[in-house]
């Protein structure tokens, strides 16, 4: 999206975020952020954060209500143009990047995003979901088969990154020599979605993007000509209703499934391992009971939420908590502070494994909801299984780190041993 003109401070918003903590860019914020989250949600729920220009919301029942909110968009550019809103169009350079972004579903509001996650969600029902559980759980079994004989091993990197880039890029029918390419663009993209991000890191997301997207152009040209048993060649098919994807449409959101499939499963499964070795009797309850596996994956990812934040851009004035937040202005929803709000979840702050209801946001809500949440939650279901059956004596082995990364929040490497 483009970048402020100018940012006002407004003195009549109250408390500022920064006062109370609010740093992303601060490696002890990213470590911690959950007591300045309950600060935020107790002191200023709805607080101006005039180093963003954005507006901090933290209550469950706000997040919640404005994810449902129509006068509230994931892009402007449906309505008004970057300079009719009053900000730099992004330089010509970046092309490469918002050419691929302004098509993803995430980025779209109706009437594009209706036709396209109609197209797209005919690879998300239960049924195409669940009949890829055999493929999923072979995945799993020869990851887990690769760790077993090792004494010491990084979660992330040797099992839990490897899994979810499998799993997609088997939906696509991506070969498997080029699937090492796809974890680095998907990182590399992924880059200019940071607050802060530096030029630097703008320049590589966008020379990423133009080779993923270079490379899936050539993908999608193939299928169409030659289409074979997998979601690239049905994505170049139109649907029942006639709606059809561009080749460009079909390349930017398979851009989108590979990068979600990557980040946030992969933070979340990282940053769920960290939380159960933090707490051994939650984790000694799981090995006792594996069936406690699907609550646990929602209450893992409410407890320490992979993707903490996501904007909303203001089309017409809103009120929330009584702050009038003018049409043009920007929120930053705190997924991550909504998941720990007492006012929603009982003993907010502790890991209840068999939780139920379980009414996180971590997946999001409304039309974005996140299509690929069963997947996700048959995936993570998976693992952990695999995880608590076949290496039950599995440990912390360091303390891990955490990427200097706020919005794609999760660990720098997982030190495990088998003990
Ligand atoms: C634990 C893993 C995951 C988490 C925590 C997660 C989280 C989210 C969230 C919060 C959103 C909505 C963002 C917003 O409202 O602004 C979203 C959207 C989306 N996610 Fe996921 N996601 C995960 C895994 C996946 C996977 C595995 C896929 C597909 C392979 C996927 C595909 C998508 C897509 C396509 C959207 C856009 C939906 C739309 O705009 O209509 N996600 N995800």
């Known amino acids: 999206m483009g970048s402020r003109t100018s940012v006002s401070p407004r003195?009549?918003?109250?408390?500022?975020?920064?006062?109370?903590?609010?740093?992303?860019?601060?490696?002890?914020?990213?470590?911690?952020?959950?007591?300045?989250?309950?600060r935020l949600r107790e002191e200023a729920p709805v607080a101006f954060d005039p180093a963003t220009g954005q507006w901090i919301v933290t209550r469950h029942a706000d997040v919640s209500a404005a994810l449902r909110d129509r006068r509230l968009g994931r892009t402007y550019l449906h309505v008004a143009t970057h300079e009719e809103w009053g900000h730099e169009?992004?330089?010509?350079?970046q092309d490469p990047f918002w050419d691929v972004a302004r098509l993803q579903l995430?980025?779209?509001?109706?009437?594009?995003?209706?036709?396209?996650?109609?197209?797209?969600a005919r690879a998300f029902t239960p049924r195409a979901v669940e009949a890829m559980r055999p493929r999923i759980v072979a995945i799993v079994d020869d990851l887990v088969g690769a760790?077993?004989?090792?004494?010491?091993?990084?979660?992330?990197?040797?099992?839990?990154?490897?899994?979810p880039v499998a799993v997609v890029a088997d939906m696509l029918g991506i070969p498997e020599a080029d699937r090492r390419l796809l974890r680095p663009w998907s990182a590399e993209f992924t880059l200019m979605f940071e607050i802060d991000a530096t030029d630097d890191q703008r320049r590589r997301a966008a020379v990423a993007s133009g080779d993923f997207a270079a490379y899936l152009s050539e993908l999608v040209r193939e299928r169409r000509e030659r289409p074979r048993d997998d979601l690239l060649s049905q994505m170049v098919h139109p649907g029942e209703a006639g709606?059809?994807?561009?080749?460009?449409?079909v390349v930017a959101n398979a851009i989108l499934l590979l990068n979600a499939g990557h980040e946030a499963t992969v933070n979340g499964a990282g940053n769920a391992w960290f939380a159960l070795f933090r707490h051994p009797a939650a984790l000694a309850a799981l090995r006792a009971h594996p069936e406690l596996a699907p609550t646990a994956v929602d209450e893992l990812l409410r407890f320490d939420t992979p993707a903490p934040m996501f904007e909303r851009w203001v089309l017409e004035d809103v009120e929330i908590d009584g702050v009038t937040i003018p049409a043009?202005?920007?929120?930053?929803?705190?997924?991550?502070?909504?998941?720990?709000?007492?006012?929603?979840f009982a003993d907010a702050d502790a890991l209840v494994l068999d939780r139920a209801p379980n009414p996180h946001v971590a997946f999001g809500a409304g039309i974005h909801?996140?299509?690929?949440?069963?997947?996700?939650?048959?995936?993570?279901?998976?693992?952990?299984?695999?995880?608590?059956?076949?290496?039950?004596?599995?440990?912390?082995?360091?303390?891990?780190?955490?990427?200097?990364?706020?919005?794609?929040?999760?660990?720098?490497?997982?030190?495990?041993?088998?003990a």
């Open 243 to 249: 709606d059809a994807m561009s080749d460009a449409e």
């Open 106 to 120: 995430l980025d779209l509001e109706p009437p594009d995003h209706t036709r396209l996650r109609r197209l797209l």
């Open 147 to 163: 760790v077993a004989d090792l004494r010491e091993f990084d979660l992330l990197a040797d099992l839990v990154e490897p899994f």
């Open 11 to 38: 003195p009549e918003a109250g408390v500022a975020p920064r006062d109370l903590g609010y740093a992303p860019g601060d490696p002890a914020f990213v470590a911690d952020p959950y007591p300045v989250f309950a």
């Open 89 to 93: 169009a992004p330089p010509e350079w």
């Open 328 to 344: 043009g202005d920007e929120i930053a929803l705190q997924f991550g502070a909504a998941n720990r709000d007492p006012a929603a």
């Open 369 to 418: 909801f996140c299509l690929g949440a069963p997947l996700a939650r048959l995936e993570l279901d998976i693992l952990y299984r695999a995880l608590v059956e076949r290496l039950p004596t599995l440990e912390l082995a360091a303390e891990p780190e955490w990427k200097p990364r706020f919005v794609l929040r999760g660990l720098r490497a997982l030190p495990v041993r088998i």
